[in-house]
């Protein structure tokens, strides 16, 4: 544990870790001093001056170091002049004044000069209501200004810094938090200042603007309204706004989120979600978000949305009773004995997925997780646990990162490991190509797609970085699906899992294996047993068929021609679909927005999310749809509560097993303290009030005896003399069905695109921006060229789930 | 064409005087290498120090903003930068500059008719006990002008007209 320090502030006395800012330190002891600049999770600064106090330090006698004594107590020396706060570290013995006449005059006058310039438009200023610069001018203003009205300074009040975020110059009060938290914490430093003086102003000069996955946290922690996403600009007061407790489902790192809701009679007098703001929680998201988690939520409330159950008569969809589409399916699994399949995505919750899978177990069918990537079973071996947690990494620990792009693919954990790689850990990246991550390697390992498994199994014999990871106390391994399809994925997650068992990596807080998926939930059903199948149109043909939460018939057109050819398709779903267009019957499910749940994230942890808007329609919660049927098929499955189905699957699940509902819901006190309308301002983040969580074990943490399968080498492809070789690479912004439907993400979406390096396209005789054809195992697409010297001659990067159905590397034609 | 194509053996010089690590530091000489031609800074000229110097271009860009002495655009041949900080108000820099506008016909930060003369307000220019002071930027270098009257700078106005015609 640090030194503690103990000082008395405002006549209390306060015991902290020695390097405590006094603003900090005060904050603890629950006195707020006012700030602006200064932000727990940035370095200081001490740009404004709002935090002005009196400091007094002991006066130590020279010869001796001791304290001089008067009266019995230290003798304490006054600054002549106040200081700041946040930028002074606390001393044995200081004494603080934050309220003395003296501070009070200097907070008053710094109200004053921010003021100068600021057009005091908070009537119509998305911020007010939840406003600092708002808050701190009632709490110590002046009351009135000596300067001239007339002679502030105006500068524009709509300046786009890109499509998402908006500026308004004369609000902005140069605190410079939104281009600390670039710099320092989004290792992204695409804002900064322009001109100098009164004139200072924020400006990007990246392409796209404000070019960073994290851009909507600057509005978080902006103290006043000049940073505004174009979501939530002129969209709602704060003060109207209820708050939900949520998770987001776009990736598996499992950012805790609030859900801000509204009556309103813009949207037919309905209850509808206005923002995705963050929820604290310092083990997984801390207090930020990625712009996909904030944005990404509008295709919960689109005209797509299904709202009633259809049964197919005549060749066409018609409206049917949750009864007669329920028995329809429930006949149809039943006659199809061996010959049903469930494909179940991680869109769904454990609930949902727990309940599927019974169904599968009692119906003799086959139980299969819609996923380009393989090996999850692994993670249930020998992944992490209990206490484990990014924030808690530093030195003495090893994080290696394999074929993952986490910028792109898991932002939040991009920001994690990138912490606490300055806080000393190790951190291994290995690609076959640049990421971003890179900048903050201890060691960066660059293999050729292809090599994946040997890079892996090599990595403990080579030399100085092997040496730094054996001599290791923790080490985790993130692995993804950067280049690679489920075999070749799942041969990577063994050649990981051994050399994390073979070298003791396992069964212990912040040790262990963790999968990248591409889905919120690809976790959780690999907890509960589902299965990969790599050949799926093979798995479909001719069977009876029940898909939740999945859009095989968009995603593949060799799926969509499996499914033609299937007996029988029920799907499951929250919006239309092509999926749903083929069904024989439509099951309307309801979005993670509209019902509760649990969700269980790549670092294995399980989380609770609340409903926040009303069911859409007759739409009903999938674990409850599945139950309908299963009832209609002579099987008991729990269909009404929640969290009755999670007790059920916390006693039948290992890795669940001493878990509850009501655990999961457990806070713990974390800091910064981020109460919303502090006078000392942590940000617009929510606090966490609702739940933080709890870890799965592990079997390896369970002290079983745990054997990993054979790495299958032969699993993976390489490129051929002469050949061009395809890989699948994941982007954060993608067509997929959840995202596709946020209009403002179009632009960063763009089009279909395949990314060669220059050489590569030279020899092809094709240019940047060209349009081309690609041609793959029996997909042909268009795509528009896209250069850059990052990746490998001989390779064509294809992002998936952009128009062209890659699955897994293959030879390609690009013309 | 890029900085380091078209000054190769000065990019050189620059780049040797900072250790490899400490490199950005390079980005005010390159900077004033790019202005000399045009007299301002183009984005492509940004782009490319940014490039060079592996950091981000609103980083490069944000110094030019801060400095007065680098510009993001084409302006007169001339720029006169009138300092009318606190104590060269008080020596009367504010009058100064009024009247010389009223001479010229033009508003603090725009351009004479002739393109020869831009005219601009200025921080601090480290000779306060000299004011009204300005200095000239232009294509011989940086000039300082002390202890000025409106006369005494119509004169040298003329004279740099002259120079330019
Ligand atoms: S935009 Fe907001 S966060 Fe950024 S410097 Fe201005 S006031 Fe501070
Ligand atoms: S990092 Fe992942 S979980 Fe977090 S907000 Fe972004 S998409 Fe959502
Ligand atoms: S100077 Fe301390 S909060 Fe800004
Ligand atoms: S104030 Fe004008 S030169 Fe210093």
């Known amino acids: ?815 | 064409m890029s900085l380091a194509e078209k000054y190769p053996k000065e990019v050189k010089q620059i780049l040797a005087k900072y250790p490899p690590e400490h490199k950005r530091s390079a980005v005010m000489p390159l900077l004033y290498l790019a202005q000399r031609e045009e007299g301002y800074i183009t984005k492509a000229a940004m782009q490319d120090i940014a490039r060079m110097l592996d950091i981000s271009e609103t980083d490069v860009a944000s110094i030019v903003g801060f400095y007065t002495l680098y510009h993001d655009k084409k302006e007169g041949k001339y720029r006169m930068q009138v300092c009318t900080d606190l104590p060269c108000a008080l020596r009367g820099a504010d009058e100064f500059l009024d009247n010389l506008c009223a001479n010229l016909g033009i508003k603090v930060g725009e351009t004479t008719p002739d393109g020869v003369i831009t005219l601009e307000a200025v921080m601090c220019l480290a000779a306060c006990d000299k004011a009204p002071v300005f200095q000239t930027q232009g294509p011989d270098g940086i000039k300082y002008h002390e202890n000025m009257t409106v006369d005494k700078t119509m004169e040298l106005i003329e004279a740099l007209r002259k120079s330019s015609a």
């Open chain 1, 1 to 815: 544990m640090a030194k503690q320090v103990t000082l008395t502030i405002d006549g209390k006395q306060v015991t902290v870790p020695e390097g405590t800012l006094v603003a900090d330190a005060a904050k603890m002891a629950g006195i707020d001093i006012p700030v602006f600049c200064h932000h727990p999770k940035l370095e200081p600064v001490g740009m404004c001056r709002m935090c002005l106090v009196e400091i007094g330090r002991p006066v130590r006698d020279r010869a001796t170091g001791q304290f001089v004594m008067e009266n019995g107590a230290p003798k304490i020396q006054f600054m002549p002049k106040l200081e700041t706060a946040c930028t002074n570290k606390v001393e044995e013995g200081m004494v603080v004044l934050t309220r003395s006449q003296k501070a009070v005059e200097g907070q008053k006058g710094t109200i004053e000069f921010l003021l100068t310039s600021h057009p005091l438009d908070c009537p119509i200023c998305d911020k007010g209501g939840e406003c600092p610069l708002q808050n701190l001018t009632v709490a110590y203003g002046p009351g009135k200004s000596r300067f001239l009205y007339d002679e502030k300074m105006h500068l524009d009040k709509q300046v786009p810094l890109g499509e998402l975020i908006w500026l308004d110059r004369e609000r902005c009060i140069q605190c410079a938090r939104c281009i600390r938290f670039q710099n320092e914490i989004a290792g992204d430093p695409v804002i900064g200042f322009d001109e100098r003086g009164r004139a200072t102003q924020i400006v990007s000069f990246s392409d796209p603007g404000f070019d960073s996955v994290f851009s909507g946290n600057t509005t978080d922690i902006c103290p006043v309204g000049a940073l505004t996403t174009s979501d939530f600009r002129f969209g709602a007061r704060p003060w109207e706004l209820q708050a939900h407790a949520s998770i987001c489902t776009q990736c598996p790192v499992g950012c805790n989120t609030t859900l801000n809701t509204r009556r309103e009679a813009k949207s037919g007098g309905r209850i509808v979600v206005k923002r995705v703001m963050p929820r604290q929680n310092e083990d997984v998201n801390e207090i930020w978000i990625c712009d996909k988690g904030r944005f990404a939520y509008h295709y919960t409330e689109g005209k797509q949305r299904l709202t009633r159950p259809m049964i197919r008569k005549d060749g066409k969809l018609t409206r049917a009773s949750w009864d007669a589409a329920t028995k329809l399916a429930a006949e149809n699994f039943q006659k199809a004995k061996k010959n049903f399949v469930i494909l179940a995505s991680g869109r769904l919750s454990n609930e949902d997925l727990f309940n599927l899978k019974s169904l599968a177990e009692h119906a003799d069918g086959k139980a299969y997780i819609y996923s380009h990537m393989g090996g999850g079973e692994l993670t249930s071996l020998v992944g992490v646990g209990e206490g484990t947690n990014f924030g808690s990494m530093g030195a003495g620990t090893t994080i290696v990162v394999v074929a993952s792009d986490l910028y792109e693919e898991a932002p939040v954990w991009y920001l994690r490991i990138k912490q606490a790689a300055a806080r000393g850990a190790n951190l291994i990246v290995m690609n076959a190509r640049e990421t971003k991550l890179d900048r903050y390697a201890s060691f960066t390992v660059r293999y050729a797609y292809g090599d994946e498994v040997k890079a892996v199994s090599d990595l403990a014999k080579k030399g100085k970085i092997g040496d730094t990871f054996l001599k290791s106390e923790n080490a985790v391994i993130l692995y993804g699906s950067d280049g690679l399809g489920v075999s070749g994925s799942a041969a990577l997650a063994s050649a990981c899992a051994k050399l994390l068992h073979d070298n003791g990596f396992t069964g212990r807080p912040n040790n262990g294996l963790i999968g990248v998926w591409g889905r919120a939930n690809d976790q959780g059903a690999w907890e509960m047993g589902f299965e990969v199948e790599e050949d799926l149109a093979k798995a479909f043909k001719g069977k009876t068929v029940y898909i939740a939460g999945a859009d095989p018939v968009a995603d593949d057109p060799k799926l969509a021609k499996a499914l033609e050819g299937a007996e029988f398709v029920a799907v499951q779903d929250v919006m239309t679909t092509a999926t749903t267009e083929i069904a024989d019957v439509v099951l309307p499910a309801q979005a993670f927005t509209e019902r509760e749940g649990t969700l269980t994230s790549g670092e294995r942890r399980v989380q609770r999310f609340y409903p926040a808007v009303p069911v859409t329609g007759e739409a009903k919660a999938d674990f409850a749809i599945t139950s309908q049927i299963a009832r209609h098929m002579g099987i008991v499955l729990e269909g009404t509560s929640v969290s009755a189905v999670f007790d059920i699957l916390a006693a039948s699940v290992k890795s669940f097993e001493g878990l509850t509902y009501a655990r999961l819901a457990e806070v713990r006190p974390q800091w910064p303290i981020v109460g919303r309308s502090d006078l000392y301002y942590g940000g617009t983040t929510y606090e966490n009030t609702q739940g933080m969580g709890a870890q799965l074990s592990a079997a390896a943490g369970r002290g079983e005896k745990v054997s990993i399968p054979k790495v299958e080498k032969e699993a993976l492809v390489r490129p051929k003399e002469k050949e061009l070789l395809a890989v699948p690479v994941t982007k954060l912004y993608d067509r997929g069905t959840t995202i596709l439907p946020s209009e403002l993400l179009h632009e960063r979406i763009g089009e279909a695109k395949v990314i060669l390096h220059p050489e590569t396209a030279k020899s092809l005789g094709v240019e940047e921006d060209q349009k081309v054809s690609v041609s793959f195992n029996g997909v042909n697409g268009e795509a528009a060229v896209k250069l850059t010297d990052t990746i490998s001659v001989g390779v064509a990067l294809i992002p998936r789930s952009m128009g062209l159905a890659i699955r897994e590397p293959v030879a390609v034609k690009v013309k």
